[in-house]
C-alpha cells in the first residue's frame, strides 16, 4: 500500500508510556510514527496469530480486552526489530523497523482501510 521503507533508518527513541494506548517511534531521518496499540496488536507478526503462510493480515484488536492492548516492554531482537511484550503475556511478536514504519503509515486511515491492509513477511 505504499513505497517500500528505507531499511537503513533505525528508531532513535521508542515512546510508550504505561497506560498509554499509543506508541510513539523517532527514525533516525527526523520523522514520527504513530503507532497505536490497537493496530501494534492487530497486526502481530507472529505465527501464532498469522498462521504460517500468507501476508501478515489484519486479526483483530477489537475482542481483545484492554488489558490486551496494554504493553509491558519493548526489547531490541537483534539489529533490526524489536519485541513487544504486551500486558496480557502475549509476546511473540517481532517487529522489524521497517514494519514498523509501514504500520505507521496507517495512522489516521479509515478502519475500513486497516482491516484490508495486508503486508508482505518481507518487512
Ligand atoms: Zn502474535
Redesign the pocket.
Known amino acids: 500500500m505504499s513505497p517500500s521503507p528505507k531499511s537503513d533508518v533505525e528508531p532513535v527513541e521508542i515512546r510508550a508510556p504505561e497506560g498509554a494506548r499509543m506508541m510513539e517511534v523517532d527514525w533516525s531521518d527526523g520523522t514520527t510514527s504513530l503507532l497505536p496499540h490497537r493496530i501494534l496488536r492487530g497486526f502481530?507478526?507472529?505465527a501464532?496469530?498469522?498462521g504460517h503462510h500468507g501476508p501478515i493480515a489484519w486479526v483483530g484488536g477489537d475482542g481483545l480486552s484492554d488489558e490486551a492492548l496494554g504493553l509491558k516492554g519493548i526489547e531490541l531482537s537483534g539489529q533490526y526489530a524489536v519485541l513487544l511484550r504486551w500486558a496480557d503475556g502475549?509476546a511473540?511478536?517481532i517487529y522489524r523497523f521497517a514494519f514498523l514504519r509501514t504500520l505507521g503509515e496507517l495512522y489516521g486511515q479509515a478502519d475500513d482501510a486497516i482491516r484490508a491492509a495486508a503486508f508482505s513477511h518481507d518487512h
Open positions: 502481530c507478526p507472529c501464532l496469530c498469522q502475549h511473540t511478536g
